[in-house]
Every structure is written in structure tokens, then in C-alpha cells.
Nanobody
């Protein structure tokens, strides 16, 4: 089982970027798919999650600017980021958790996720 994140890069403040995560090894259509990020010197934090049934959750810091989407046929999950700010700069990780993470309400915790991608760097210039 493998998650491969891509799409990171350098973007000016106010710009947009689209991250993608390709899952392989099995189907993840029933899983919770999430995005987390970690800035230097900080803990890894929740960004967004996609549950089954097109239910999505976002951290307050990205709500209204980021959109998570998934294509179960392609086993991919994307994170469209717009209105990027300097504080959005971080390494972004995609992750997969069992379906129960949404039912239990712990989709925003690191420990709920079993599989993690390698991370992709997002740098925002001011």
C-alpha cells in the first residue's frame, strides 16, 4: 500500500496550487482521505479530510480557501489551494484512515490515519 503526493512547489502569496495524491495497493474508496501539513518547528496539523458520501472537513485556517476532492475510480485525492498565505508554507502529506475515523470524529488527528504519503513541499513567497 502506497500513497504518493505530488504538486508542491513555489507560489506567490495569493496564488493557487493543486496537490494530488495517488493511492496504490488497494482501493481506498471507503477510506477517509486526509491532508495534513507540517511547517518547520511545528507539529503536523490537520488540513482537510474527505469522508465517504462526499462529506468533507477543513481546518479553520484553510476553510473557504482549500478544497479537497477525490476520484475513487482513479484512487486519487486532490487538494486545491487558493489564496495562499505565507503561513500555508509547509510539507503537505496525504493520508488514509479507516472509514470509522469520520464516524468517530477523529478524522483530524494524526493517530487516526494508518497510511501516509511521503510529503510534498509547498513554499509561499510574499
Amino acid at each position: 500500500v502506497q500513497l504518493q503526493a505530488s504538486g508542491g512547489g513555489l507560489v506567490q502569496a495569493g496564488g493557487s496550487l493543486r496537490l494530488s495524491c495517488a493511492a496504490s495497493g488497494r482501493t481506498f474508496s471507503a477510506d477517509v482521505m486526509g491532508w495534513f501539513r507540517q511547517a518547520p518547528g511545528k507539529e503536523r496539523e490537520f488540513v482537510a479530510a474527505s469522508c465517504s458520501g462526499e462529506i468533507t472537513y477543513y481546518s479553520d485556517s484553510v476553510k473557504g480557501r482549500f478544497t479537497i476532492s477525490r476520484d475513487n475510480a482513479k484512487n486519487t485525492v486532490n487538494l486545491q489551494m487558493s489564496g495562499l498565505k505565507a503561513e500555508d508554507a509547509a510539507v503537505y502529506y496525504c493520508a488514509a484512515a479507516p472509514e470509522r475515523a469520520c464516524a468517530r470524529g477523529n478524522y483530524d488527528t494524526n493517530r487516526a490515519y494508518d497510511y501516509w504519503g511521503q510529503g510534498t513541499q509547498v513554499t509561499v513567497s510574499s
